[in-house]
């Protein structure tokens, strides 16, 4: 097998993402669908496995070996970059730090040397670093861009492994920018074992971010049904109304101009002036009304074999316009 930036033993869990027959690392530079009828070569590009469905994804595997740019720019001009490091910050996630503690107490309770796949991982995300930090876990993080962590390029659409390959799954900030985040939840359902976790994060009251890969958001209600197939650990508000209120603020002023100079500026402006409000979601992030005017919402499931149905969904909402009964 070919020397990329995924184990051996992992190697042999892939599949094509088209006919899903078994993929043969022959080389350094690709991986071959082993069906005669298929027959699809899949890039290996510094490493990195580029293993893409081209019928069913917005991207194509050129993009990756060309190295265009796709969700993430890729060559970012330096002194925007610079101002995005120096100005305050108008996010704030308040709960992921200990939603991954107990997220990671969770996949050691069932195994020693968890496998977690994380999609969009090609920069860290937020509150992940005892994941990264812990040697126990073996790390698969799959994007559609390459970035400084990404191991395998993939369409979250059609998940390049057989089934029940993970102990857990992770998709932090990533289901608003999927054409179907319902065909995504589904394969995530199918790649990881029974008893197998996942943890998302996403967003609720947050205006496009990511241009024109930017497509959905979700209610707390919505977000559950999203993933009915899983039994709740735990859920909530991650990033609050204080988040929301700030971005909102900043996108309004930015709504006055498409000059880049300009949105410079005036960006520059708002996290000046608005950051503070974000620091009021450490008073509202537990509080009912915060799931009705969240910036962003998290869920914690168990595959256990069970399906949430629309009635019981209803009676979970949990945010402060509840109805008398």
């Keep these: 097998m070919s020397s990329t930036k995924i184990s051996i033993s992992l190697q042999s869990l892939l599949r094509c993402p088209i006919c899903h027959s078994k993929l043969a690392f022959e080389s350094e530079n690709v991986a071959l669908c082993t069906n005669y009828r298929c027959g699809v070569g899949f890039p290996i590009v510094d490493g990195i ?28 001009n330096t002194l925007f970059s610079f101002l995005g490091r120096v100005l305050p ?21 069932y195994s020693s040397h968890p496998r977690i796949l994380i999609v969009g991982g090609s920069i860290p995300g937020k509150g992940m670093h005892d994941i990264f930090a812990n040697k126990a876990f073996e790390l698969v993080e799959s994007d559609v861009s390459f970035g400084p962590r990404t191991t395998l390029i993939c369409d979250a659409h059609d998940i390049p492994f057989e089934d029940e390959v993970f102990d857990g ?5 990533v289901l608003e920018h999927v054409l179907d985040p319902y065909r995504c939840v589904a394969e995530l ?25 930017d497509y959905t958001r979700f209610t707390y209600l919505g977000h559950r049904r999203l993933f009915r197939e899983f039994d709740e650990l735990e859920s909530g508000a991650v990033c609050g109304p204080g988040m929301a ?11 006055f ?25 450490y008073l509202l ?17 168990l595959k256990a074999g069970n399906i949430l149905s629309d009635r019981d969904l209803i009676k979970q909402y949990k945010g402060a316009q509840r109805r008398s009964p």
């Design 285 to 301: 992030i537990n509080k009912p009304g915060a799931l009705d005017a969240a910036s962003g919402l998290f869920f914690m499931g």
């Design 89 to 109: 910050d108008i996010s704030i996630n308040i709960r992921a730090t200990e939603n991954y503690k107990h997220f990671a107490n969770l996949l050691l309770h």
């Design 257 to 281: 101009t498409t000059s880049h100079i300009a949105r410079a500026i005036v960006g520059a402006f708002t996290r000046l002036t608005g950051f503070y409000l974000k620091y009021f979601d």
């Design 169 to 173: 799954v992770v998709i932090q900030a």
């Design 49 to 76: 496995p580029v293993i893409i469905n081209e019928h069913n994804s917005i991207f194509s595997i050129n993009d990756f070996t060309n190295h265009r740019n796709t969700t993430f720019n890729l060559h970012e």
């Design 189 to 213: 359902h199918r790649v990881l074992k029974v008893n197998g976790i996942v943890y998302a994060e996403t967003p609720f009251m947050q205006q496009v971010h990511m241009g024109e890969y």
């Design 245 to 255: 209120l700030v971005w909102s603020y900043h996108y309004f002023m930015l709504s």
